[in-house]
């Protein structure tokens, strides 16, 4: 009973029984599946008066027929009659919230819209101004041009995300409300250095989930006379999620971000790039490898993801996904992303990101004058919790007293060898690093990487051409310690490097909250484990504000148990009460270390019995 009730032209082939009742009531429900256009003209009539039943009768039958018939005039009078009845109709009560018509009437509207407007390539939508028929007339649609600008971008091509199925996320987040959801694509708006500045750390494949509204004029009279007038407004997700209707009402927003997130990600070249940028003297294309999801927001607090080897920052798209679109958290954070070659010696890389994060800040706040950017929040994965850990440390001349006996200020080299070093040997924690997550970080090295593993790593990897020249010219000075060749990252993260050694024993700055997430791929007591790539004793910390241990393997970051760890540190960061999922999580933690264990299984051999 229930499905035949639920059922309508969305989720079945036929029309819902609110349609079914109409044309049975009036003996025309034989004379529709002959000829539905002259029934739809007949339930029409001379347009006045309609009532909420006949509108939304209208807008179910004319969406019903257009996907029969491909007619874009019919999916657009679909969206006109939806959008009366759901907000048009100023003279009736408003609609009950829980009639089932009013969501469904809302639907009707936003995929009438995008069917309505769509242009020749797959799932496209056409925003532009212009006059479009309709079956008893003409809609003259206006483009509000101001709504079409992102950052100093502008919004050249749109995408309809209704229709696609997602995977390869934990969760598919979207919000019910009207409009159409697109994704839309970005070119450069403007030029100039302020339009280059706003441009350089943003993804050029950038997918912006937005949502399409047409505001149709004086509706019900456009209805009667057959000459509408209507303007098309593109809301960006990040920027609006509800808008004022009729009545000065909040009306929210139908959003899309995951399955806007999905297009971007859907072969995009940022996969062929893991290895590539593992092998190769990869030079990233953003700045020091820091780019943003979307422009600075002043006030929200970032959370810098640095990946881990031969990975990239796709790989942190469920951490994304599920932040994002938490309610708590949305609207306080944004997400920076750092890629780097996996292969260079680690404080190399450490140092990008250290001159990253510096440059980021003074580019969007020269005056210093936004507190959220001295709250930055740091995690990393596996050797991205390396870098993340020299960003709040102090190493006075440790990693240089680990290869040299020489003090710095006396080696003779040039101006170009000395800055290299000087930037890659020595570190200051930086001040605005408040709070920091590890992840699957082998702080005491890898016991995957074995000497037939580095070797096939000297042999394969491409180490950046101003790396070997400052080596090369220091070669002599230090025969000892170079003997080996330059160290890749790989060699930096065997056990008992002087890297790893020295790193480790390198206090965390004070003031700085850590925090440690330690994957293991068995249940039990943590010690002796480890998750594929990283032993537990590697990984654990003396001293973190808290560790979890999550059952998965190295690459943790689509675990639910990390995501909901890394949650709660952003809520503790941020002064969020967690709240019910908490308490939830906590009840089933307590219960499962509380049961009983089972009893060991009884096998029978021959004439014993043993366990």
């Known amino acids: 009973m229930y499905r035949a009730l639920t059922s309508n032209v969305l989720s079945a082939d036929r029309p819902s029984q609110y349609s079914e009742q109409l044309l049975r009531r009036l003996g025309l429900e034989e ?81 009438g819209l995008a069917q309505g407007l769509a242009g020749e390539g797959e799932a496209t939508v056409v925003i532009e101004s212009g006059s479009r028929p309709l079956p008893f007339g003409r809609i003259e649609i206006s483009v509000d041009e101001k709504t079409l600008l992102w950052s100093s971008y502008r919004m050249v091509r749109f995408v ?41 750390r943003l993804p050029p494949r950038l997918k912006v989930p937005v949502t399409a509204l047409l505001w149709i004029e004086d509706v019900m009279t456009g209805i009667a006379t057959g000459d509408l007038r209507a303007q098309i407004e593109v809301y960006a997700a990040d920027a609006m999620m509800t808008v004022k209707g009729p009545g000065g009402r909040d009306v929210p927003l139908e959003l899309e971000p995951t399955a806007a997130l999905a297009y971007q990600l859907e072969g995009a070249p940022v996969w062929d790039t893991e290895i590539g940028a593992f092998l190769s003297a990869f030079k990233p294309p953003f700045p020091e490898g820091l780019l943003m999801m979307h422009p600075y927001r002043p006030g929200r607090v970032p959370v810098v993801l640095v990946h881990g080897t031969a990975s990239s920052p796709a790989r942190w798209a469920d951490i994304i996904n599920e932040l994002q679109n938490d309610p708590k958290l949305r609207g306080r954070i944004q997400f920076w992303l750092f890629t780097y070659n996996t292969s260079n010696p680690i404080l190399l890389s450490a140092a990008d990101l250290r001159q990253g994060l510096q440059r980021i800040r003074n580019e969007i706040d020269p005056d210093g004058r936004d507190p959220a ?184 970051q689509s675990t639910p148990a990390t995501i909901l760890e890394v949650r709660r540190i952003l809520y503790e960061h941020l002064g969020i009460a967690c709240g019910l999922e908490c308490e939830v999580l906590e009840r089933v933690e307590a219960a499962v270390a509380g049961a009983p264990k089972p009893e060991p299984a009884v096998v029978k051999t021959d004439e014993t019995e043993g366990p």
């Open 31 to 111: 004379r529709f599946d002959k000829d539905p256009e002259l029934v739809l003209a007949a339930l029409r009539g001379p347009g006045e008066g309609l009532s909420r039943e006949y509108l939304f009768v209208l807008s179910e039958l004319s969406f019903y027929h257009a996907v029969k018939s491909q007619k874009a005039e019919y999916f657009l009078a679909s969206a006109v009659y939806a959008w009366a009845f759901v907000l048009g109709r100023t003279d009736e009560a408003p609609v009950v919230p829980i009639d089932p018509r009013l969501r469904l009437a809302s639907n009707l509207y936003n995929l």
């Open 160 to 200: 309809s995300l209704g229709e696609y199925k997602v995977r390869g996320f934990l969760n598919r987040y979207r919000q019910a409300g009207i409009g159409a959801p697109l994704a839309a694509e970005l070119a450069p708006a403007g030029a100039g250095p302020e339009a280059e500045e706003a441009r350089k």
């Open 373 to 556: 950017l001295n709250q930055l929040v740091v995690i990393g994965h596996s050797q991205g919790g390396l870098l993340t850990r020299l960003m709040v440390t102090d190493s006075g001349t440790r990693f240089w007293d680990s290869v040299s006996d020489i003090p710095f200020d006396q080696l003779q080299m040039s101006p170009e060898t000395r800055a290299l070093l000087q930037r890659g040997m020595f570190f200051e924690h930086q001040p605005y690093v408040t709070r920091v997550v590890f992840i699957a970080t082998p702080h005491r090295g890898s016991f995957r990487v074995s000497s037939l593993v580095l070797g096939l790593v000297r042999k394969l990897v491409t180490l950046p051409l101003t790396v070997m020249r400052g080596f090369a010219e220091l070669g002599a000075q230090f025969t000892s310690v170079l003997k080996e060749g330059v160290p890749t990252a790989v060699d930096n993260m065997s056990p008992g490097h002087r890297f790893v050694r020295t790193l480790s024993a390198s206090p965390i700055a004070p003031g700085v909250t850590a925090h440690s997430i330690i994957p293991e791929k068995n249940e039990g007591p943590p010690e002796g484990q480890d998750d594929g790539v990283v032993k537990y004793e590697s990984a654990h910390l003396e001293g973190v504000a808290s560790e979890k241990i999550v059952h998965s393997t190295h690459s943790t």
